[in-house]
């Protein structure tokens, strides 16, 4: 059961959540259960059975799908606010998960059962329109992901995470790679050339952006 300060900061984060009856709000707080995982938890993995809805009070899940050969490549993060897209296909579909999520920030969130899920569905239109918002715009990204891996060079689309994410990224030249489907050789090789041409300062698991202007200017040069 949630505590009522849980129950408020999860219609905080999901303000459609407000516009349940109130008997269907009664029953989220009475049967989600609150739980709590530590950075680096894995929360679930390929194969792994689907049983829960859950929602982010606080904290990252990084979405990512290995490859045999060793690689993974980043499908999206899930953050306060957010929906998986994969839990929710694997709840309607009664299917298990095709991918791993990890704990990237120590994570708060809350979790309905499948039988819970399944009655906000019936009953609330508010639930729905929520739910398949989130598939919406996470197919959308999904989308936006495949032709930036198939059709774009890895140097537009390194500097663009770097002018999003600018002014300072604590990640390693790994983490990068696997956010962008690529070895981390490929990305030393464009980070060093970008510290040369003086856009960034590279540290120990750290990059700064110093041109941001001219990093978005790359990008959009190599797009054309």
Do not use: W
């Not at 060793?70 to 899930?78: A, C, S």
């Amino acid at each position: 059961m949630l505590t009522a300060a849980e129950l408020a900061q999860i219609q905080s984060e999901y303000p459609m959540l407000t516009q349940l009856p109130p008997a269907l709000a009664a029953h989220v707080q009475r049967e989600a259960i609150a739980m709590k995982a530590p950075a680096g938890h894995i929360l679930f993995d390929i194969d792994d059975s689907c049983s829960s809805f859950v929602m982010v009070l606080s904290g990252v899940i990084r979405v990512i799908r290995p490859t045999l050969s060793g690689r993974e490549i980043l499908l999206y993060r899930v953050q306060p606010g957010d929906s998986c897209i994969l839990t929710v296909s694997c709840l309607l579909g009664h299917a298990s998960y095709p991918a791993r999520g990890m704990v990237e920030e120590d994570l708060h969130l809350a979790a309905l059962s499948l039988e819970s899920f399944n009655l906000l569905l019936e009953k609330s239109a508010a639930f729905r329109q929520m739910v398949f918002q989130f598939f919406a715009d996470r197919v959308h990204h999904l989308m936006e992901l495949v032709e930036g891996v198939t059709f774009q060079p890895v140097e537009q689309r390194l500097a663009a995470l770097l002018v999003e994410r600018a002014p300072r990224l604590d990640v390693t030249h790994q983490m990068l790679a696997d956010e962008l489907g690529t070895v981390r050789e490929v990305i030393s090789r464009h980070l060093k050339e970008f510290e040369r041409r003086g856009l960034v300062q590279l540290g120990r698991g750290s990059v700064i952006v110093l041109d941001a202007t001219a990093l978005a200017d790359l990008g959009a040069s190599i797009a054309e």
